[in-house]
């Protein structure tokens, strides 16, 4: 079967499994539906290109896991389903590599690839070499072992002789593939090289998650691949959306000896993504000679930003296999393959002093003022530096030297200080006892890493607040930015967010000022007028409640027909919206139990804003439709998580404790409290686990 004949199998196959949701399917059908999702991985997660909206591969998977669920002996090991880790990796057992695990020596510049050059052809005796070129991944480097089609093992690299087994946190990466049709070109067992990364998109929404939980920003891409790799608990590593290179084979053993498929390095990569492995196929080039290596490795280096995932060099490999062999290696890195380090992106500077900045939440946000130093494209001056703790971490001093980093687009940060340079003038930083706009005291909640100023009339509070209200996201209010809040703020023509509705009674003193004409004042307040008319959702986002992101934004506005509405809106009611925690919940109710908030909104309601949901949307849709669950005991046929994660995908909402809003207590072995909490309350309906199933699989 050539690649498009099997892909056009596949797509009948997909559609024939999704006419089987809520029918199930029998044995002999269950190897395909394996195979089809694991096609649709391979499209999504290798090649990038999708054939199938998530939805419908969500829909799937969990034909897939009632299937397995109603028939426990049915699944194997390389099922999709078996990527979920349910329990905890217990540390890391060390494992020797089959193959020990070298580095590579550098090189910088075309120089130093001469000379590697020259070597290999006064070692070689050619004249000429063939090389492949490929990025150097910036991440953490892993071994796989396959053997009989199925990954068997992952382990870090370690010292490179041993390393630890890792192999839980490894099938959460969907990119590696739990088995690999290795049979196919005479492959029993082989071990693999490859380098985890996280992409630069996957990186800022993990760094924007820990900065909104109150931690430490992370420095790089490559520090949270490494981390992620040695988590505890493999859901974590799943929720840290990893990705994975494959570019190198260190052992491949063939069936009875048979001669190795390949013979040269392009062979591998490319026999590797036939495979279903993520290599870089399509981003090595082949090439005779230096010369086009240190073109190829320069003109790579010109479009580095633009790729989605950092990389620090290139990788420069003999192509030829057998010559890599009589090449061998020293001790430390083979003789065979070279890299091509990029220009730092690491600069050091002089640290002149720290400002702080108060946002909308009160938040006080140390910035360190640097010595202007050129990094990576721009020209840095300051840094944040985020929070108390994070500067007596680093022990920061005014008058140090540091390191600074940008990888890519990322935010520069402080790398580290650098103690060697202190010659004893430098100052310790001390964190203000004070707000640094409105001098009132700063305070900061257990737990919280964070210092805020509470008095909400604090000016930089006010004038943050207000500038969040008209941004793109929030009321898209174009021509009143923050230039001109801050300077209708400063002549007092502007206090507060209702204010920026009244703004029109003051057009007088407006049009007299400069930079405003009649066009602009009428432009200003034809678009202040506009903004009466946003949806509900984009006024609750405006209103900068703490953890209230967009999409908190519009669950919330979906839930009620008023804004108001909230007012009676208990904490325990808010945690059955979908995506809020407790920590979300107790700041709406904390919002909507402040009167000065009430009345604003009030107020912004009489000058014609919309408080009324005029588009409430029906976001649950399925078999369980807005009906409540809990859990509690041990399940003996299905895992917690995957039960959990088939009555959401059924339109069901899953409850943290007994109340009289749980419709359905789901009972496992030995049932804890929960149920006899549950049996008190007479509308909640105790079921078992068989019959969770039979209400997973009765669908509309
Ligand atoms: S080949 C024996 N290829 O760079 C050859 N390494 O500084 C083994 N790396 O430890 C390595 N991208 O973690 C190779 N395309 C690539 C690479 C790569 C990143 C890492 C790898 C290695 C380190 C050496």
Partial sequence: MNLSEQSMAMQASTAYFLKQIGIGVSRSELDQLKAVLQFHEHRYYVLDSPLLADGEYDQLYHLLVATETANPSWVTPDSPTQRVGNSLNQGFETMAHWVPMLSLDNSYNAADLNDFDRKVRELSGLESIEYCVEPKFDGASISLIYENGLLQRGTTRGDGVAGEDITQNIKQIRSIPLSAPLASRGIAQVEIRGEIIMRKDAFEAFNRKLVAQGNNALANPRNAASGSLRMKDPKEVAERNLDAFLYHISYIGTADGEPSPVDTHSGILELLWELGFKSPKEEK?????????????????????????????????????????????????????????????????????????????????????????????????????????????????????????????VIPQIVKSLPEWRRGTEIPIVFPIDCPVCKSPLFKAEGDAVWRCINIECEAQVVEKMIHFVSKDAMDIKSLG???????????????????????????????????????????????????????????YALGIRFVGETTAKTLANSVNHLLDFVESSEESLLLLEDVGVKVAKSIHEFFSNAQNINMLSELETLGLQLVNTKKEQVATGALKGQTFLFTGVLSKLKRSDAEASVEAAGGIILSGVSSKLNYLVVGEEAGTKLEKAKKINSVKIISEEELIQLLTIQE
């Fill in 285 to 409: 080039k082949v090439v005779q000679g230096i010369q086009a290596v240190i073109d190829y490795c320069l003109a790579f280096e010109a479009k580095r930003d633009e790729l989605p995932y950092e990389i620090d060099g290139m990788v420069v490999k003999v192509n030829l296999l057998a010559l890599q062999e009589r090449l061998g290696m020293t001790s430390h890195h083979p003789r065979w393959a070279i890299a091509f380090k990029f220009k730092a992106r690491q600069a050091t500077t002089t640290l002149l002093g720290i400002e702080y900045q108060v946002g909308r939440t009160g938040a006080v946000t140390p910035v360190a003022k640097l010595a202007p130093v050129y990094l990576a494209g721009v020209t840095v001056s300051s840094i944040s530096v985020h929070n108390e703790e994070y500067i007596r971490e680093k022990d920061l001093r005014v008058g140090d030297m540091v390191l600074i980093e940008r990888a890519g687009d």
């Fill in 482 to 540: 923050e230039a001109n809040i801050r300077k209708f703020y400063e002549l007092g023509l502007l206090k507060d967010i209702p204010g920026i509705y009244r703004l029109a009674e003051k057009e007088a003193a407006i049009s007299s000022m400069e930079g405003f004409g009649k066009k602009s004042v009428d432009n200003l307040f034809t678009a202040i007028a506009a903004s009466k008319q946003q949806p509900l959702y984009r006024l609750i």
